[in-house]
């Protein structure tokens, strides 16, 4: 998949040379943990990605995930990894928003594989990845499970930075998730916008003039007995949210008209509704206060 860029941007320049080639990112961290103390059994880290791991005196564990380069743009590959067993909980958040910045035509690249079995927890809540115009991004979540395991996971996205008035005349994304329970694939995810993402956006279809969307899924044995509850918090969010169920499996989808406004609705949803799921209020990451 390729952004919708011009094609005088490809060419040779006036003195008959290409554009240079420049160094691209290609890094990767993963990170591992196991037990009902969720001690840590793997960390590894490529530039230019890091693992942090504050101390916390309650709640799970927390790794908190972070690119020193500041952001990513075509060609840019990053790749994150996280496993939790034999009864770990651990929280993995990002240090701050991602930023996609402007493409000469390949895409920035972001997979993240998540993998829990043997009934560990593991919620997976980056902050917000905004795209820039003329980005190009591609990101991957695959997520392989067991029925014991539960999940809670989240990707949000950001449509041009607002407080600059930037509209994305030119853009790309592909966001795909893959989700397998017990080895079978249960739930299949692609979201795509290609080009004039200012006016698709605008389709009612789509994304009915939304600048901001997120999507949270929570996989789990009781993930029907929280159905109520999460529809109930779905209707205090200002923008617009739905709920919606399959066996095992809450999906929800959240979109409002700039990216504050989504993220209150985030944290209005997410602090009750963690403390549902989890029997006991547990605040959220850190880092998102910060």
Known sequence: MYAAISQSDLQPDSQGEAPPKLQRLNGAARVGFAGPESRLTELYQGNPCRVLLPRRSKG??????????????????LSYSVEATGGAHVLVTTQAAERVYQSRGADA??????????????????????LFNRGALARKTHITMDVDSRLLAMDWLILGRLARGETLQDASVHDQWRLRVNGRLVWADDFRLTGDIESLRQRPALLGGAYALATLIYVAPDAEAHLKTAKRLAENCRGRAGVSERPGLLLCRFMARDGLTLRRDIETFLIPFRAAIHDRPLALPRVWSC
């Open 109 to 130: 690249s972001v997979h993240s594989h998540l993998n829990l079995h043997d009934g560990s927890v593991l919620e997976w809540l980056p902050q917000e990845t905004i």
């Open 60 to 77: 799970p564990v927390e790794a908190v995930l972070l690119n020193t380069a500041g952001g990513i743009t075509d060609g840019d590959e």
